[in-house]
């Protein structure tokens, strides 16, 4: 079974400042696609991040970028000139081609001080 | 557009009670998901629907039924609730095989 980790329960950063969150996950399959979600205080689930195995170049969204590994298994979340409003629980995701079903980590905590 | 949208907000129930949380999106996705979220965990996989007509189990489904009424809307029932299934559920819709999109979930407390 697929399974997604993020060792990292709780990262805090400055304001302005970059700050890396990590997620590494298992499976066998090839073609996949790996998300990340944030989740503010209000608990909606808004997508951050998206990023298809098969494509090399990493997936950016303004300050958000993504380090995808393929070999390594890992999909680490850069955010650059953090904002207090980046501050959330944040989740990486992880879907196989084909299914239906997410698979997601335990969350990061991410706090960001002024 | 609302997007997707969850009905109750919050909600308290004695143990063995029943109740349905709905869930209606406006976004014309074939597919549409209900997933739990308990403290210090990620969110889990209880049902999904990837079409009208059709439902399937997902990682947790146990305690649950749902229903897809049309293509709008997923309900999720609880028959004989237990403090187990105090949680926070998320209803999700997506085209097959892509990005899902959440609703604002609804609190459940099982007394």
């Known amino acids: 079974a697929q399974t997604v980790t993020q060792s990292q329960p709780e990262m805090s950063v400055q304001e302005a400042e970059t700050v890396t969150l990590s997620c590494t996950y298992d499976t066998s399959e090839s073609d996949y696609y790996l998300f990340w979600y944030k989740q503010p205080p209000s608990r909606q689930m808004i997508l951050v991040i998206r990023?298809?195995?098969?494509?090399?170049q990493n997936a950016t969204e303004n300050r958000f970028s993504v380090n995808f590994q393929k070999a390594a298994k890992s999909f680490s979340l850069k955010i650059s000139d953090s904002q207090l409003g980046d501050a959330a629980m944040y989740f990486c995701?992880?879907?196989?081609?084909?299914?239906?079903?997410?698979?997601f980590g335990k969350g990061t905590k991410l706090t960001v001080n002024p | 557009n609302a997007g997707v949208t969850q009905t109750p907000k919050f909600q308290v129930l004695k143990t063995g009670q029943s109740m349905t949380l709905q869930c209606a999106q406006d976004m014309n996705h074939n597919s549409m998901y209900w997933y739990r979220q308990d403290p210090g965990m990620g969110l889990r996989l209880i049902y999904y629907s990837a079409s009208e007509g059709t439902t399937d189990k997902g990682e947790v489904p146990n305690g649950y039924n749902v229903s897809r009424l049309n293509k709008r809307e997923f309900s999720l029932r609880l028959e004989s609730a237990a403090p187990s299934q105090t949680s926070v559920y998320f209803c999700a819709t997506g085209a097959p095989g892509q990005t899902q999109y959440f609703g604002p979930g609804t609190r459940l407390l099982v007394l």
């Open positions: 990023q298809e195995a098969y494509k090399q």
């Open positions: 995701a992880y879907r196989r081609t084909g299914s239906e079903k997410l698979v």
